[in-house]
């Protein structure tokens, strides 16, 4: 675990060393859901509030904070043809500035995954943020436009949700879903693209040949393998890991699908020497050992079970053990990662599409219907420290961020900053 940490330190720390109380990206400072700053652990609709704003739209995109500034994206209509990027002082919740960019066409999505659904990353005075068809755009913290790309259309019926990472001076994002989906690296400084490895698939943007629903909404991670640095992203039929320097690929293992579909939606988690993935739409989960070339199925593949619960938001491992939420029938489970046995699980408050996060001591898992459960990590049983209740007919997708003592969590109608 210390290599791993240590490797994500240096990844997001391009232009110096990074602040430890910031949270610049989707799961935090390590990409990983855990920082060593505290937050909170009561709160309740108007008890630890220090501020509340409302928000233009709906959407599951999380906030990141740095330099004392929130980021957080939201479309500016319902269709989604004006898309976001706003910057909010993480102290008093003013609006300091907005980026909005246009796309002409209304794109398909679903009810419950609004546009702008993905989590922009930020690093030193620079900030990232992918709007799909509407392109990837660069700004600096006071809001001025750096570059912008446009990557390709990217149409599916569910929408989209992936967001870009940080590593050094390459902003890695994986794209899709649609008609061509890739991983790709572009430089931080000037958008310029360094690689590109195009995944291969067959059938329309949202169905497999055979008919079955398809795509990846997973955000890729870094690990270090045998003293080397590697990107790996969990995508609609395989755990693929990447040279971040060419973009090669370096192993594969297939049996994300199954037959439910070619689905993945949560981020691949590093325990010791094993990679966990869960696949999407009630679909396996699996573990992998790291290391080997090529196509590693049968060589490095530790264990497959099959009919997950539904799986959306990421876990979180602590002491070898994977703390996972699950989005049906909205379960918090315990799970091995060396084989597969669920060691405890326990019914919470809603449906878990938000990512499970570790500040400080604590575990944070937030349910839809706006219920974070606090509790500690615990091989036997869920230790639940509080409930956490913001709005009573309220609904939240979003992972929360952990920043300075304080907790940021974003509903369908308002960002909260929640402290003493």
Not at 318 to 343: E, S
Request: hydrophobic residues 35%; charged residues 20%; contains cysteine.
């Amino acid at each position: 675990m210390l290599r791993i940490c240590l490797l994500f330190t240096i990844a997001f720390s391009l232009e110096g060393v990074i602040n430890a109380a910031d949270w610049p990206a989707f799961r935090g400072p390590h990409a990983n859901g855990i920082t060593e700053d505290s937050a909170p652990t009561q709160w309740d609709a108007e008890k630890n509030i220090l501020w509340k704003i409302p928000l233009a739209q709906s959407g599951n995109g999380s906030p990141i904070v740095i330099d004392g500034k929130v980021l957080l994206t939201s479309a500016e209509d319902t269709e989604g043809k004006l898309r976001s990027l706003y910057c909010y002082d993480a102290a008093t919740g003013k609006e300091l500035w907005k980026q909005t960019v246009a796309y002409k066409d209304k794109m398909s999505t679903h009810k419950t995954n609004p546009h702008c659904s993905t989590t922009p990353a930020a690093q030193g005075n620079r900030v990232v943020v992918w709007h799909a068809s509407a392109g990837l755009h660069c700004y600096d913290l006071e809001g001025n436009k750096i570059w912008s790309r446009e990557l390709g259309v990217y149409k599916h019926i569910w929408g989209y949700g992936t967001s870009p990472i940080i590593l050094g001076n390459q902003v890695i994002l994986n794209t899709g879903p649609g008609d061509r989906v890739m991983i790709t690296a572009l430089d931080l400084k000037t958008g310029k693209t360094l690689w590109e490895a195009v995944e291969p698939q067959d059938g329309t943007s949202d169905k497999s040949a055979d008919g079955k629903f398809k795509g990846s909404w997973s955000t890729p991670i870094f690990a270090m393998v045998e003293g080397k640095t590697q990107i790996i992203s969990v995508m609609p039929k395989r755990v693929v890991a990447y040279d971040p320097d060419s973009g090669k690929i370096l192993w594969y293992c297939n049996g994300v699908n199954h037959k439910n579909g070619e689905l993945s939606y949560s981020s691949a988690i590093i325990v010791g020497d094993l990679c966990y993935v869960t696949g999407g739409y009630k679909g396996p989960s699996m573990a992998i050992r790291l290391g080997g070339s090529g196509d590693v199925t049968e060589t490095h593949r530790v264990w497959r079970i099959e009919n997950q619960p539904q799986n959306i938001g990421s876990a979180v491992q602590v002491n070898g053990l994977i703390y996972r939420p699950n989005a049906d029938p909205g379960i918090l489970d315990c799970v091995d990662p060396k084989t597969g046995n669920i060691q405890w699980k326990s019914r919470g408050t809603g449906a878990y599409w938000a990512s499970t996060i570790k500040a400080g001591n604590y575990l944070y898992a937030t349910a839809q219907d706006t219920t974070t459960i606090v509790y500690k990590a615990n091989a036997d049983q869920l230790e639940e420290v509080s409930r956490n209740r913001l709005e009573a007919e309220g609904t939240c997708n979003a992972t929360p961020a952990a920043s300075n003592g304080k907790i940021y969590i974003r509903t369908f109608s308002h960002l909260y900053a929640i402290g003493k």
